[in-house]
T-cell receptor
Framework: TQLLEQSPQFLSIQEGENLTVYCNSS?????LQWYRQEPGEGPVLLVT?????EVKKLKRLTFQFGDARKDSSLHITAAQPGDTGLYLC?????????????FGTGTRLTIIP | DAGVIQSPRHEVTEMGQEVTLRCKPI?????LFWYRQTMMRGLELLIY????????DSGMPEDRFSAKMPNASFSTLKIQPSEPRDSAVYFC?????????????FGSGTQLSVL
């Protein structure tokens, strides 16, 4: 089993601040997905990164895939209360598709108004 | 589209009882997944169907768990008999398998509490 470790496990910051959360593994992934899960709901896909070193932006969110495709980061600029949720990364080890996705344990983010 | 629909949203039962969770995938999707989420273990894949056929059930924890997909628009996950350690949130997800990026859509989950 390929493990994905996310850090920090919990993060609570003030509205307007910037933050970065991390997803790390000792294994290589062909692609990596980031999800946000709000209380009482299922995870919602935010982005998929597939190329080592790739950077994708989604409004105030910036996602980066490590050069070696073993790690990824999510940076949020000027955090807003609507960003609150559980952020999950999920890796596909060998382009098998969703059936082989390994999910990280998540970072629980709280933005304080 | 209404998205992936799961029922019930909440289920409270006593140890030893049978529990059936239901899922309606997004119309046109040919892959269906059952996941379990707990604080300790995170999100774990239990079983995966493709075109209504179970492909990989290696994540099903015990014989007490079974899943069926009688048609493209309906799937069930059954636990019989249930135990307190089965308490978790169970998610159903669907996607359209193909040569391009397969986006996975999750339902809202069933919160199961076994007393």
């Amino acid at each position: 089993t390929q493990l994905l470790e996310q850090s920090p496990q919990f993060l609570s910051i003030q509205e307007g601040e910037n933050l970065t959360v991390y997803c790390n593994s000792s294994s290589v992934f062909s692609s990596l997905q980031w999800y946000r899960q709000e209380p009482g709901e299922g995870p919602v896909l935010l982005v998929t990164v597939v190329t080592g070193g790739e950077v994708k932006k989604l409004k105030r969110l910036t996602f980066q895939f490590g050069d070696a495709r073993k790690d990824s980061s999510l940076h949020i600029t000027a955090a807003q209360p609507g960003d609150t949720g559980l952020y999950l990364c999920a890796g596909d080890p060998n382009n098998f598709g969703n059936e082989k996705l390994t999910f990280g344990t998540g970072t629980r983010l709280t933005i304080i108004p | 589209d209404a998205g992936v629909i799961q029922s019930p949203r909440h289920e409270v039962t006593e140890m030893g009882q049978e529990v059936t969770l239901r899922c309606k995938p997004i119309s046109g999707h040919n892959s269906l997944f059952w996941y379990r989420q707990t604080m300790m273990r995170g999100l774990e894949l239990l079983i995966y169907f493709n075109n209504n056929v179970p492909i990989d059930d290696s994540g099903m924890p015990e014989d007490r768990f079974s899943a069926k997909m009688p048609n493209a628009s309906f799937s069930t996950l059954k636990i019989q008999p249930s135990e307190p350690r089965d308490s978790a949130v169970y998610f159903c997800a669907s996607s359209q398998a193909g040569p391009v990026e397969e986006k996975l859509f999750f339902g809202s989950g069933t919160q199961l509490s076994v007393l």
